[in-house]
């Protein structure tokens, strides 16, 4: 099957779902027992009866709930994901705004913990039952089960604290000045702009957080890689490389991780959606001017609007994320690009 | 495993006994020892006076039936949905399972939020939208072991006999689907403590003077240097979560031995 008619199925595949999500996110909007004009609107606009009626109709409210649906993914297409009642923006100006923040450090989150989750995957599956094996297989298990928040106030005592390795929490320091805005990452930002303190308070700010959220991953990763691993180095295939008398490092990240690939890299597509939960209870932790603490916010605050808002942005990308990786798996497989 | 259930049996015992065990009240101020370290109160005071080793005791009684709930009840939705759609199939099964997809299309947490932020944020909302969350998983996994187990002969000898349909899926088939169902629920307790934790956390769970674990972690934010504070309720909860999450691997590896 050519490239371009594979994405084109997977694509086709990821509509209806990303039609429901905006159906999930409209249906848990109008579950609020609350009038929705009341749940959107600040107390100080209520009593003016005009905004009240423009609002109405913005939002179709004196029509049938199917019509409300469709005047709300109306809304949605042309950006319009209403008005948050705490900072009083566009939602969509404001996802913007934290968005580059929560990007930057699930990139970063994201890398870490999959270059150490397979690292450590494959020394696992490697020397298989050793004691190197039990060590990797416990900061798996540590890494899965000890609360993100918990990891992040206790990395913060010792790392930032007690031993004073890394800078507190925020983006920047107060006194750091800020990149000229390219990109809202301020790693590449600086980057660019070669701002190289800039660059230094942004890498020591990012590296607590980053990590955090990358123990997770790391856990989930390892596990699956050393199970994959561990498949892959008993077949056929794997004796006949060592009889041709192949390196042994050659056996193993050739043959061995390129055909264990496959299921390591839909548990990376998987916790990526971990990763976006993770994102919201550290980044409040961290100060970090992201969606998450956004989110965390605005629940907060009972901004409706915002949560909705959030939600929504989060689960379409996470079906993107996952269309991202059903797209790998043509790469990864020859089998399937043949099918 | 050993070690894993012990440590679940010691919190399980000292959340049941905590107005035993317990030296204070739970919700009991005293102004005068605000954020006392460790040492005449065993693990100190938190930022109103109030005895943190009783308040981590009392909280086990909010956060461990509050995940076991969830699993409960998600576990039996998502097993009912899920036996129904494999085993008549057809339009159902592609019903049923297009609505499951959808709420998986969310990642956890964000949607609890979302159900909770419009239910409103106490205890019982968060319960009821952590099981919207979780039953999905559930359904997921019973459709599939019950296409599995429903093409074996055993269910056509029954179907033979004359038995209705009601009978082979809740005698024949769904007992073969049960222990890699248990074994999930056993891997998942850990999260569901989490995730509710986490909601807590986020101030969407229970309310601020309660003692349930995550809430008495979310006092670390601004009382980070006091560490006592958080560090017992955190700990409290990491070793209650590995201990649930290695008791689960231990029997995955028992059901399915090629993990091993």
């Known amino acids: 099957m050519p490239i371009y008619l594979f994405i084109f199925r997977r694509v086709l595949v990821t509509i209806p779902l990303l039609i429901g999500i905006t159906l999930v996110s409209f249906l848990i909007a109008n579950a609020i027992p609350a009038d929705p004009i009341n749940a959107n609107l600040p107390q100080s606009q209520l009593n003016n009866a005009e905004l009240v009626a423009a609002f109405r109709a913005e939002w179709g409210l004196d029509k049938p709930p199917i019509e409300q649906y469709f005047t709300y993914l109306n809304n949605l297409l042309h950006g319009n994901l209403g008005r948050s009642i705490k900072t009083r923006q566009p939602i969509a100006e404001d996802i913007a705004r934290f968005l580059p923040a929560t990007i930057e450090l699930a990139t970063v989150a994201t890398v870490l913990g999959v270059a150490m989750g397979i690292a450590f995957g494959i020394i696992s599956a490697v020397w298989h039952n050793r004691p190197i094996d039990y060590l990797v297989r416990i900061l798996g298990l540590i890494g899965v089960s000890v609360p993100v928040f918990v990891l992040a106030l206790i990395g913060l005592t010792v790392f930032h604290a007690q031993l004073g390795w890394v800078a507190g929490p925020g983006r920047l320091g107060a006194r750091t000045p800020e990149p000229p805005f390219f990109t809202g990452m301020l790693i590449l930002d600086s980057l660019v702009s070669g701002q190289w303190n800039t660059l230094g308070d942004a890498v020591s700010r990012i590296i607590m957080p980053s990590m955090v959220l990358a123990l997770y991953i790391t856990g989930l990763i390892s596990r699956i890689t050393r199970a994959s691993m561990l498949d892959v180095l008993s077949a056929d295939y794997m004796r006949t490389a060592r009889a041709k008398g192949l390196r042994e490092r050659v056996i193993v990240l050739k043959h061995g991780l390129s055909n264990a690939l496959i299921p390591i890299v839909t548990v990376i597509g998987l916790s990526y959606g971990t990763l976006l939960s993770g994102a919201v209870l550290t980044e409040s932790i961290f100060a970090w001017p992201g969606i998450g603490r956004y989110m965390f916010r605005a629940s907060t605050s009972q901004d409706f609007p915002a949560i909705m808002g959030v939600s929504l942005l989060i689960g379409v990308i996470y079906v993107v994320v996952n269309l991202i990786v059903d797209i790998l798996y043509y790469f990864l497989d020859p089998r399937i690009r043949a099918a | ?260």
Do not use: H
């Open chain 2, 1 to 260: 495993m050993l070690v894993g259930v012990s440590i679940v049996i010691v919190w399980l015992l000292g959340a049941f006994f905590a107005p035993q065990i317990a030296p204070y009240q739970p919700l009991a101020q005293n102004v005068s020892a605000r954020l006392q370290p460790p040492g005449a109160y065993l693990w100190g005071t938190d930022e109103l006076g109030r005895d943190i080793f009783s308040r981590v005791l009392y909280g086990g009684r909010i956060t461990i039936p509050a995940g076991f709930l969830v699993i409960a009840v998600g576990a039996t939705i998502g097993t009912i949905v899920g036996a129904i759609a494999g085993f008549v199939g057809g339009v159902w099964d592609e019903l049923l399972m297009r609505i499951t997809e959808l709420f998986m299309a969310f990642p956890t947490i964000i949607l609890a939020m979302a159900i909770t932020a419009a239910l409103g944020a106490d205890i019982r909302n968060a319960i009821i939208a952590l099981v919207i969350v979780w039953w999905p998983s559930y359904a997921r996994l019973v459709r599939g072991l019950v296409l599995k187990v429903k093409r074996n002969e055993y269910v056509e000898a029954t179907r033979c006999m004359g038995a209705s349909g009601f009978y082979i899926l809740t005698r024949t088939v769904m007992p073969n689907c049960l222990a890699p169902t248990l074994v999930l629920t056993t891997l998942d307790i850990g999260n569901a403590i989490l995730t509710f934790a986490g909601l807590s956390f986020l101030g969407l769970g229970a309310d601020p003077t309660s003692p349930e674990w995550g809430r008495m972690i979310a006092v670390g934010i601004d009382y980070f240097d006091q560490s006592w504070t958080w560090l017992f309720p955190g700990m409290a909860m990491a070793t209650l979560v590995i201990a649930s999450n290695f008791i689960g691997d231990s029997l995955r590896d028992i059901f399915d031995p090629r993990m091993r």
